[in-house]
């Protein structure tokens, strides 16, 4: 795809592929006498949980729920609203949410605290991004695929406006956010 507003590739397809497979290798060792519920945090963490649940060894279950928040659209205001919530019980399910970029880390706040809310028997998270210096605190993240610098980023699930979802790697994004 020639795009002058795909900017350097931050996490190649190579480097993506052994990272992702790697977790998944460790959520199996992590969880083998207890199959976890992969709760996947549309639409960013398809691809993500998509790769990652076929490097984990274990019959896992899938659920997914989709998260907004207030304000502009490539910012988030740390107040977050439900679009679409999970169809399963989580009290006494051992849990893994995943989650494909986690930035100032509001978003996730919400996500544990309601989820914790439920009364699952465990609750994880496993994040394939990680962006260096923006939380407040070190977020409790069990799994990280990569910390990156602070910069926007596009691509293997991340969007702007909807679109460079379906690319194969992790790029700065060169564009106006506002297009
Ligand atoms: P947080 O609440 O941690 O600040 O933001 C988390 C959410 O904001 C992510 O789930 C994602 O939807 C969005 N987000 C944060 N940083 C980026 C980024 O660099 N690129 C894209 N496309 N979305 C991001």
Redesign the pocket.
């Known amino acids: 795809m020639i795009d002058p507003r795909i900017g350097r590739i931050v996490v190649g397809e190579d480097e993506l592929s052994e990272r992702v497979a790697a977790l998944g290798k460790q959520i199996t060792a992590d969880y083998t006498d207890r199959p976890p519920l992969l709760v996947g ?1 549309l639409k ?1 963490a398809f691809m993500f949980m998509s790769d990652l649940s076929r490097s984990i060894d274990l019959p896992v279950e899938f659920d997914f729920m989709a998260v907004a ?1 207030y304000g502009s659209s ?1 910012r ?1 205001s740390g107040v977050v609203r439900i679009v679409k919530d999970l169809d399963i019980e989580l009290t006494g399910r051992h849990v893994v949410i995943v ?10 706040a919400y996500l544990r605290k309601t989820l914790a809310a439920r009364r699952p028997a465990s609750l994880e998270v496993c994040a394939l991004l990680l ?1 260096e210096g923006l939380q407040k605190e070190e977020p409790d993240l069990k799994y990280v695929g990569f910390r990156i610098p602070p910069d ?3 691509g293997y699930g ?3 406006a909807e679109r460079y979802r379906n690319l194969p790697y992790v790029a700065e994004y060169a564009g106006s956010k506002q297009s």
């Open positions: 945090v960013g928040s490539t988030t989650e494909d970029i986690v930035d100032s880390g509001l978003t996730l962006k926007f980023v596009i991340l969007d702007v």
